[in-house]
C-alpha cells in the first residue's frame, strides 16, 4: 500500500519551490515547442509538395533568368499538361524592412497549377480582367491592414525600375489563402504580361526573362521521364536548365539554411539539458527534506517502494503539468509568433506532433529526476533517517 | 555594518556540493547558449564590419540594395570608370576602378545539397585596389581573358569541385581553379575569375557594380548626391565599409532575437532554479542563521551575505558556461547571408567581452534568483530560529 495522499500534500507544502518547478519545466517544454516548430516550419514546404509539379529553373543559378522562348518547348514534352511563369520581382513596399516576397507569373494558369490556392475575398475574375491586377496572401492583408481589395500597391523596383524612377501600382483584385505550406500567405502575385509590356515599352530597362516554370504534368506521368526530357532539350544552352521535383526544389531552400537546423538543435539539447538538471536538484531536495518523514512512514510498516513511489509520483505530476502548461503557452502565443516570423519563417505552427513530443519529453525530464532520489529513499533505513536533520 | 566571513558562503556551497553543481551546471548552459549565439553573430558580423575600407567606393544602380540587385551596361560601367574625377589614379596613369560582375552560382555542397556560392568577375584593377589584403594560399592568379578562376579559402572542404585544379563548368564553359586565395572578409567565401569571359559564359553581359580606389578626401556623400540624378550615368556610391554593413541586417537581426528570446526564456528557468537553490540552502541553516543573528550581526548583513552567495553562485555558474563556450571558438560553419542570398562561411568568435557580459549575467541571475530567499532569512527572529531546531 501506498499513501498516495501524502504526494499533493508534499507538492503543497512548499508551495514557492514547486511552483519554481512547475515554472522552470514550462518555460523549457515552451522552450523546445518553439525551436522544434521552427524546424518543422522550415521542412513543411518539402513535406507538403505535390508529385503533380514539377519547376524548370536555370542550372545555373538562382539569379539566372530562362528564355522566354523555352515556355512553348516545354509545353510540348510529353505529360506536360500546362505551365505557368513565375518571376521574381523584388519590390519595396514603403521600405526596405516591410519585405515580402512578389513574383509576376502567368495569371491564367497560376490558380490552375495551384489548386491550393484559394481566394477569400475579391474575386479571380476580376484578377484576370485587371492587367494591373494582383493578389495578396491574407497574412500580408493582416500585415498592412491599408491593403485591402480595390486599394492600390505601390511598390518600387529594385530589380525593375521604372524609367522615371516613380514606383509601380498594382490594383489589389483578391486576397487568397493557401492550405498548404509549399505556397505562403505572405505573398503577392501580378500579371507576367504587365512586367513584359512594361519592358517591352521601354518604361521599365531591364532583360525580359522568366526566373522558372512551374510545371503540372498529366496524372499518372513518370515524373522522372519529363524531368529527364526538359534538361535534355536544353543541355547545349543557351542556358542548361534544372528540372526538378517540387519537395527537391523546396529541400534547395532548407540546405540553404546550412547548419541554422543544427544550431536549433543544439540549443533544444542544452535547453533540455539544464532544465533536467533544475528538476533533479528539486526532487533531491524533496527526498533531503522528507527523509525523517520517510523513515516514520518505513517505521510505521510501509514497504521500501512506498517512499519512491511517492517521490516519482510527485516529480511526475509536476512534469506532466509543466508539459502541459508549456504546450499550452506555445499553442497559444503561436499566432504572435506567426505574425512576428511570417517572412523568415512562413509556417510556424505548433503541430499535434510537436506537443506529443515535447509532453513525452517532459514526462521523461520528470521520470528520469526522480530516479536517484527515489532509489536512496528507498534503500533508507529508519534508524538512519530519524537521526538526519531536517 | 559587519558580513559574515565570505569562507563561510563557500563553505555552505561545498557542503552542498551536488545541489550546487547542478545550480551551476544550469546557469552555465544558460549563459554558454547566450555567448554562442552572440559569437556566432560576432563571428559574421566581423567578417563584414571589419573588412570594409573607407578609401573604396561602391557604385550600384540608384535602388539597388546589393549587388546582385543592380546592374549598368558596359558602356555606362565605363564612363563612370574613365570620367569621374573622384577617383584615383594607379601607377600606370589609368584610373583606380574596376567594373564587377556578381552572380550567385548553385554549386553542390559536401554535405549534400546545393547553395548559392557567390561567383565574382573582376577586371584586373580589382586587385589593385585590394592590394595586399588579398593573398594567394597556394597557385596563381587566373591570367586575364582566359577560362581560369581563383576560390576563396573558405569555399574548400564546403564546396564539391572547388579545390586547386578542379574544373567548374559554368552554364557550358568549363573553368579550371588555378589557385586559392585568401582575404579577411566575405571575400574569401567566393569564386572569382575574368570579368569578360564571365560575362560570356553566363550571358550576363554587365556589370553589378564597379568600385574605384577615391582620392584622398573625396565626400562620398557628396559625390553619391551628385551622381544619383546623373543624365546619362544614374548611380548611388557607398564607401565599400558602408556598403558591406548594410549586408548584414537580416542574418544579424535573427541572431539578435534568437539571442535575446533564448537567453531571457532560459534565464528565467535558471532564476527559478536558483531561488529554489537557495531557498533550500536556507531552511537547511535555519539554525546557522539564528546563531548568526544571536552573534550580532545585523539582518542587513544576513541579507548581504546571502545575496553574496547566491551572486557566487552566479559567478561560478557564468565561468562554467564560459568553459562551455571556449571550446566553440574557431570552429567555422556557414549558412545563407540572406542579404545577399548567397552562401557565407563564417567562424564562432568567442570575445572577451562577449566572456565578461555571460559572466555578468550569470550573476545577474544569482542575485534575482537569491534576493527572495535572502529576504527572507534576514527577516528570521534568532529566538525563534534557535527554538525551532
Known amino acids: ?390 | 555594518m559587519k558580513l559574515p566571513p565570505l569562507r563561510y558562503n563557500f563553505r555552505s556551497l561545498l557542503v552542498r556540493r551536488a545541489t550546487t553543481i547542478l545550480t551551476v551546471i544550469s546557469i552555465g548552459a544558460t549563459v554558454a547558449v547566450l555567448a554562442g549565439i552572440q559569437s556566432l553573430q560576432k563571428g559574421f558580423l566581423s567578417l563584414f564590419d571589419e573588412s570594409g575600407r573607407e578609401g573604396v567606393a561602391v557604385f550600384l544602380r540608384p535602388g539597388a540594395g546589393s549587388e546582385g540587385e543592380s546592374a549598368f551596361t558596359r558602356d555606362r560601367a565605363d564612363i563612370l570608370m574613365k570620367t569621374l574625377p573622384e577617383i584615383a589614379s594607379g601607377p600606370d596613369g589609368l584610373p583606380l576602378a574596376s567594373g564587377e560582375l556578381f552572380l550567385a552560382v548553385r554549386m553542390p555542397k559536401v554535405d549534400g545539397g546545393e547553395t548559392n556560392v557567390p561567383i565574382r568577375g573582376v577586371q584586373t584593377k580589382s586587385f589593385d585596389i585590394t592590394g595586399d589584403l588579398l593573398t594567394l594560399e597556394s597557385g596563381r592568379r587566373f591570367e586575364a581573358g582566359t577560362d581560369e578562376i581563383i576560390v576563396g579559402r573558405k569555399l574548400l572542404g564546403r564546396i564539391l569541385g572547388a579545390a586547386q585544379d578542379d574544373v567548374i563548368v559554368l552554364n557550358t564553359t568549363p573553368f579550371r581553379v588555378v589557385g586559392v586565395f585568401d582575404y579577411d572578409g566575405p571575400f574569401n567565401s567566393e569564386i572569382w575569375g575574368d570579368a569578360d569571359r564571365l560575362q560570356e559564359a553566363l550571358k550576363r553581359r554587365i556589370y553589378s557594380r564597379v568600385i574605384a580606389t577615391l582620392k584622398p578626401g573625396v565626400d562620398i556623400a557628396a559625390l553619391s548626391a551628385r551622381l544619383e540624378n546623373h543624365k546619362e550615368v544614374p548611380a548611388k556610391v557607398l564607401s565599400e565599409k558602408e556598403y558591406l554593413s548594410t549586408q548584414t541586417g537580416f542574418l544579424s537581426g535573427i541572431l539578435n532575437v534568437l539571442a535575446y528570446v533564448l537567453g531571457g526564456v532560459m534565464g528565467i528557468a535558471a532564476i527559478f532554479t536558483g531561488t529554489n537553490t537557495m531557498l533550500a540552502a536556507l531552511s537547511s541553516r535555519t539554525k546557522e542563521i539564528g546563531i548568526l543573528l544571536a552573534l550580532g550581526f545585523r539582518p542587513w548583513s544576513v541579507f548581504l551575505s546571502f545575496l553574496m552567495e547566491a551572486m557566487l553562485l552566479g559567478l561560478i555558474g557564468g565561468a562554467v558556461g564560459c568553459l562551455l563556450v571556449l571550446p566553440l571558438s574557431g570552429i567555422e560553419t556557414g549558412t545563407t547571408n540572406f542579404d545577399t542570398f548567397t552562401e557565407i562561411a563564417f567562424a564562432f568568435q568567442v570575445t572577451p567581452t562577449i566572456l565578461g557580459n555571460a559572466v555578468l549575467f550569470a550573476m545577474l541571475l544569482g542575485i534575482i534568483g537569491g534576493s527572495w530567499p535572502a529576504y527572507r532569512a534576514a527577516r528570521m527572529r534568532p529566538s525563534a530560529v534557535i527554538r525551532r531546531g
Open chain 1, 1 to 390: 500500500m501506498i499513501p498516495w495522499k501524502l504526494v499533493p500534500r508534499y507538492l503543497r507544502a512548499h508551495p514557492l519551490r514547486s511552483f519554481l518547478t512547475l515554472g522552470s519545466l514550462t518555460v523549457a517544454v515552451f522552450l523546445l515547442c518553439f525551436l522544434y516548430s521552427v524546424v518543422t516550419a522550415l521542412n513543411a514546404g518539402v513535406a507538403s509538395s505535390s508529385s503533380s509539379r514539377v519547376i524548370v529553373q536555370s542550372a545555373v543559378s538562382l539569379y539566372v533568368n530562362l528564355p522566354l522562348s523555352y515556355q512553348p518547348k516545354i509545353e510540348a514534352v510529353e505529360g506536360v499538361v500546362e505551365t505557368c511563369k513565375w518571376q521574381w520581382f523584388g519590390g519595396i513596399y514603403q521600405d526596405r524592412s516591410n519585405f515580402f516576397a512578389q513574383f509576376a507569373v502567368d495569371h491564367e494558369t497560376l490558380l490552375t497549377t495551384y489548386p491550393e490556392i484559394e481566394m477569400i475575398e475579391g474575386s479571380d475574375e476580376e484578377f484576370q480582367r485587371l492587367r494591373t491586377g494582383c493578389i495578396i496572401g491574407k497574412n500580408l492583408a493582416q500585415r498592412f491592414p491599408e491593403l485591402g481589395v480595390g486599394k492600390t500597391l505601390p511598390l518600387l523596383g529594385a530589380i525593375f525600375p521604372r524609367a522615371g524612377g516613380e514606383a509601380w501600382e498594382f490594383q489589389i483584385a483578391g486576397i487568397y489563402e493557401s492550405n498548404s505550406a509549399n505556397v505562403d500567405n505572405n505573398t503577392m502575385f501580378f500579371h507576367f504580361d504587365y512586367l513584359e509590356e512594361s519592358m517591352d515599352t521601354g518604361t521599365v530597362i531591364a532583360d525580359p526573362g522568366v526566373g522558372l516554370f512551374v510545371v503540372r504534368l498529366e496524372e499518372g506521368t513518370k515524373t522522372e521521364d519529363v524531368q529527364r526530357s526538359i534538361d535534355n532539350e536544353f543541355s547545349a544552352g543557351p542556358q542548361r536548365v534544372q528540372t526538378t521535383t517540387e519537395a527537391e526544389f523546396q529541400r534547395q531552400f532548407v540546405t540553404m539554411l546550412g547548419s541554422v537546423p543544427t544550431l536549433m538543435g543544439s540549443i533544444g539539447g542544452a535547453v533540455l539539458f539544464a532544465i533536467l538538471l533544475a528538476v533533479i536538484n528539486t526532487m533531491m531536495m524533496a527526498a533531503r527534506e522528507r527523509t525523517q518523514d520517510f523513515g516514520i512512514l518505513k517505521a510505521l510498516g510501509f514497504q521500501d517502494r512506498a517512499a519512491a513511489c511517492l517521490l516519482v509520483a510527485e516529480a511526475l505530476l509536476l512534469s506532466v503539468a509543466g508539459g502541459i502548461l508549456g504546450v499550452g503557452i506555445a499553442k497559444v502565443t503561436a499566432p504572435i509568433f506567426q505574425q512576428v516570423m511570417g517572412t523568415t519563417v512562413p509556417g510556424y505552427d505548433v503541430t499535434s506532433h510537436t506537443a506529443t513530443v515535447a509532453l513525452i519529453i517532459a514526462i521523461g525530464v520528470g521520470a528520469i529526476a526522480s530516479l536517484v532520489p527515489a532509489w536512496q529513499a528507498a534503500r533508507l533505513r529508519p534508524i538512519q533517517a530519524f537521526r538526519a536533520e531536517g
